[in-house]
C-alpha cells in the first residue's frame, strides 16, 4: 500500500510560524513521526511539500495510478483552490484532508473548505496527531476498497463457472 502525503503552502514553516496555533512540532519530525507509523504498518508514504498550487496539483495529477490513496492539507488553499479538488476528484482514489487547526474556530474565511469537497473525509483540529489519524482511515478505506474488489472477482469467476 501507497500513500501520497501532500503539504501546502507555509508548512514548511511548521515548528516557528504561529506555533500557538500549530504547535512546536516542524514539517520534518511530522513526517518521521508518520513514516515510523507506516512501516509498522507496511504502508509506503511519498512526502511532498510546495507553496505553489501548480504544483500541488501537479503532484496530485500525477498520483493517478501510483498511489492507493492521498492524505493532504491544503493549508491556506483550502479556502480558495478550485484547481486542487478538481485535481482531487479527477484521480478518484481515497482522499483525507488533515488540518492541524480546527478551522471551525478560526477566522470566518478559514471556516470552509473547498478542497474538502473532493475528500473523503476531513480531520480538523487535533493537531499533528491529526496524520496519524488520517493514516488510520487511508489504511482502512484502502483495505476496504481491496476487500470489495477481491469479493467482486470472486463473484464473476464464480459465476463464469456456473455458465460453462
Do not use: W
Request: net charge negative; charged share 15%.
Amino acid at each position: 500500500m501507497k500513500i501520497a502525503v501532500i503539504q501546502g503552502p507555509n508548512l514548511n514553516m511548521l515548528g516557528i510560524r504561529e506555533q500557538h496555533i500549530y504547535g512546536n512540532m516542524s514539517l520534518e519530525q511530522i513526517h518521521q513521526q508518520l513514516q515510523t507509523a507506516a512501516e509498522q504498518n507496511g504502508v509506503e508514504l511519498e512526502f511532498f511539500q510546495s507553496n505553489f498550487e501548480g504544483e500541488i496539483v501537479d503532484r496530485v495529477q500525477e498520483c493517478l495510478g501510483t498511489v492507493d490513496g492521498i492524505m493532504i492539507n491544503p493549508a491556506a488553499y483550502s479556502h480558495t483552490s478550485i484547481a486542487i479538488k478538481d485535481a482531487l476528484s479527477a484521480v478518484n482514489m481515497p482522499v483525507v484532508e488533515v488540518h492541524i487547526s480546527n478551522i471551525y474556530k478560526r477566522e470566518e474565511f478559514r471556516q470552509k473548505s473547498i478542497t474538502a469537497g473532493a475528500s473523503t473525509g476531513v480531520i480538523s483540529g487535533f493537531g499533528a496527531f491529526g496524520y496519524h489519524m488520517g493514516l488510520i482511515a487511508l489504511m482502512q478505506m484502502i483495505n476496504e476498497l481491496k476487500a470489495i474488489a477481491q469479493a467482486r472477482n470472486t463473484q464473476i469467476q464464480a459465476q463464469t463457472e456456473e455458465n460453462k
